[in-house]
Structures are given as C-alpha cells and as structure tokens.
C-alpha cells in the first residue's frame, strides 16, 4: 500500500508563514508612496524614510503573529480553514512562543521609532502607539475590531491616512491635504485585500462570531464593495494632477488591465480559488503604489 509523507516544515518555513510575506506590500507601499510624495515636494529625507519602512513593516508583522494566537484562542483557524497555514493553529509554532516574539517584536519597533518621535514630536508618539494598540485590539481584547465588522475601517485609517501621513510628516513635518488623499489608494487597496480574504472565509467566521464586514452584508455586497474602493483609488491620482502634481501620476493607470482582471476573478470565483483574487489584488496594490510613487519622483526630477 502506498504510504503518505507528512512533511513539517523547518523552522524557517515556519516563520515565514507566519510572517505572511505576501501582505507585507500592504504596509511598505504606503512609505514608498510617502517619501514619492515628499520628493515631489522637495522634501524627502532617507534617514526617516528607511526607518519609517521598517517600523511599518515590524508592526504589520506583529500584527500577524497577534491574530494568529487570538484566532487560535476563539476558534477561528480551524482543518476547515481555506486560506493558508497558521502556524499555532497547526501546532507548529507554540503559542508561548509567538507571545514571547510578538512582545519583542513590538518592543523592538517602539524603541527604533522612538527616532521618528524625536524628530516629529509627540504626533509620532500618538501614531506609535495607537498602531501597537490597533496591532492587539484587531483580534485581542475584550472588543476584537476583526470581530465587529470594523476591521476594513481600520485597515483603511492604518495602512493608507496613518500610513502615508506619518511617514510623509517626519520626512516634511508638514502634512497637506493633497497627502491625505493620495493615501486613500493604498488604503483602498488595503481593504480589497482583507474583503478578499473575509469573503473566503464567511462561512467558517460566522460559525465562530466572527462577524467580520463580509459576514455582516454577505458576499454580493462585499464584492460590489471591491469595485467601489478599486474606483476610488485609480481616481486618486486624477485628483493629485488636478491639485498640481504632474501627470505623471497617471502612469498608475498602466495598473488597470490587472486590477480589472482581478475583478472579473473575484466575481467568477468560490473557496479557495479566492486565495488567487487575494494574492493578485496585492500585486495591484503593489504595481499601482509603486507606478503611482514613479510618477511622483519624475515629477521631482523634471522642471
């Protein structure tokens, strides 16, 4: 009789699942498109950029490894899950363990932002700490954001306006409106990942409280809601040439073939094929920050 293999993965590949490397865009392509704007407006600085990049990233990391030892805890990452591996649900990386890297992760980035602070003052400090705060309370503590339905708000609030805006502020230490609303594409992009996402697992939510936005109005609401925010952000950069940047920023719209492929895939498709929709709705995001970031620099560059 044949004989079935079970491989575990190394420590490695353990982590890196945990680390999800594929949503990471989601927190770099906001500082990317921050220092664009600032060098637009003559005022980009490396020094906080880079600093910026990983303080973001650290915090998105942390908040992965935190949903993955609350979504444990409530049940939510069960055999029946559609999406990926997660890693303390599977026993592969124990729950003592990914607290214990989570707190030094977190306090990690603290200390190196504290750099970001001394520069930007106490809005930094607000930021800061209110992302750590947001990185628990999505699927910790008494009232899980994730859980409520305001997971997508606080996405778009954390990954496109606090995002953009904080790393924009410590490079310029100005923040005007024309930043706030370029920050509305990575953060429209951002929710259209996390719909993908909650749209996959309505069912196996539901069964556990997990009442997420999708769960809450049903796929064929959260689907008309994809192409709503999809709209916003390719209107983005019409607005910034329209406020005097340079159409250049335009050069975003070479995105469009792939996000309306996206659409007619997340409309056509059930179940796990929705892990295609969410891994391609975050090339969107990325081949859309990065030509809209493009755009923006050669404006900095020409007369």
Not at 10 to 19: G, P, T, V
Not at 132 to 144: D, N, Q, R, S, V
Not at 187 to 196: E, K, T
Not at 205 to 234: E, F, Q, S
Request: with cysteine; charged share 10%.
């Amino acid at each position: 009789m044949p004989t079935t293999v079970i491989t575990t993965p190394s420590a490695l590949q353990a982590w890196m699942l945990a680390i999800r490397p594929r949503t990471l865009p989601a927190g770099a392509i906001p500082v990317v498109l921050a220092s664009a704007l600032a060098a637009a407006d003559q005022s980009f600085s490396p020094v906080p950029a880079l600093v910026a990049l990983v303080c973001a990233l650290g915090i998105q990391v942390a908040t992965n490894f935190i949903n993955e030892i609350y979504d444990f805890r409530k049940g939510a990452d069960t055999s029946e899950r559609l999406g990926p591996t997660r890693t303390v649900a599977a026993g592969i990386i124990s729950e003592k363990t990914m607290i214990r890297v989570s707190a030094v992760l977190l306090i990690s980035v603290f200390l190196l932002g504290l750099s970001l602070v001394w520069i930007g003052g106490w809005p930094i400090l607000l930021i800061g700490l209110l992302s750590m705060l947001f990185a628990w309370a999505y699927t910790g503590g008494p009232f899980p954001i994730a859980y409520s339905g305001l997971g997508d708000v606080f996405v778009f609030i954390f990954f496109g306006l606090v995002a953009v805006g904080g790393a924009y502020y410590v490079q310029a230490l100005a923040l005007p409106m024309p930043v706030l609303v370029a920050a509305a594409a990575p953060g429209a992009f951002s929710v259209n990942i996390l719909l993908v996402n909650n749209i996959r697992d309505i069912d196996t939510d539901r069964r556990v409280g997990k009442m997420t936005l999708p769960a809450r109005i049903g796929a064929a609401r959260a689907r008309m809601l994809y192409v709503l925010l999809a709209v916003v952000a390719y209107a983005v950069p019409f607005f910034m040439v329209h406020a005097g940047y340079s159409v250049w920023c335009l050069l975003s719209l070479l995105s469009l073939p792939l996000a309306v492929g996206m659409v007619r895939k997340l409309y056509r498709s059930e179940g796990r094929e929705l892990n295609m929709v969410l891994a391609g709705t975050g090339k969107v995001l990325t081949l859309h920050g990065l030509l809209f970031s493009a755009g923006l620099i050669i404006h900095s560059i020409t007369p």
